[in-house]
């Protein structure tokens, strides 16, 4: 496959790239709106599963701490994909082994530093070097998911191709 198509095996990554920038845009009373609304329902879920009773006090509290960790995981979670949806594309270049996970998280990790810095901005928000972190830990677990399933995936083809 000439190399000029093998570009467009990018596009899912810039895809994933245009909705941070999306979700990156929103104020903070839009995004703060967005990450309250699943805290929410995922509390009810919780309060429902375990038959806990409310109470107002540790309920706000149980609530920020739930909201944070939403929001954190949104983070790690969308830069898991977005690592995944670089390596792909590297691996259908040739780029292999260590050099692929390095070269993933590094474009990853940029981003997400040009995302932080584009937050600032954004009316009443603020680029966190925290949320960089989180991101590129988030980023680290797709490329070693992608890695480990692409092994995998070529031992698979190789002990077939083997037994032929």
């Known amino acids: 496959m000439k190399t000029k198509y093998k570009l467009l095996h990018f596009l899912p990554a810039v895809c994933i790239m245009t909705g941070i920038f ?11 709106g967005l990450s309250s609304n699943i805290t929410e329902e995922l509390i009810k879920g919780i309060s429902h599963f375990f038959n806990i009773q409310e109470d107002t006090a540790i309920g706000t509290a149980f609530f920020h701490i739930i909201e944070i960790l939403v929001r954190k995981s949104a983070h790690m979670a969308e830069y898991g994909v977005l690592a995944v949806t670089i390596a792909y594309p590297l691996s259908k270049l ?7 996970i390095l070269w993933s998280e590094l474009i990853s ?26 991101d590129g830990a988030g980023a680290l677990i797709g490329c070693l998911l992608f890695y480990l399933i692409n092994n995998i995936v070529a031992r698979k083809k190789n002990t077939k191709k083997n037994r032929r």
């Open 109 to 134: 990790v940029l981003y997400a530093a040009t995302d932080e810095f584009h937050q600032l901005f954004v009316p009443g928000r603020s680029g966190q070097l925290t949320d960089v972190f989180i």
């Open 22 to 32: 999306y979700f990156s845009s929103q104020t903070a009373v839009q995004s703060s």
């Open 94 to 100: 040739k780029i292999q082994g260590i050099r692929l």
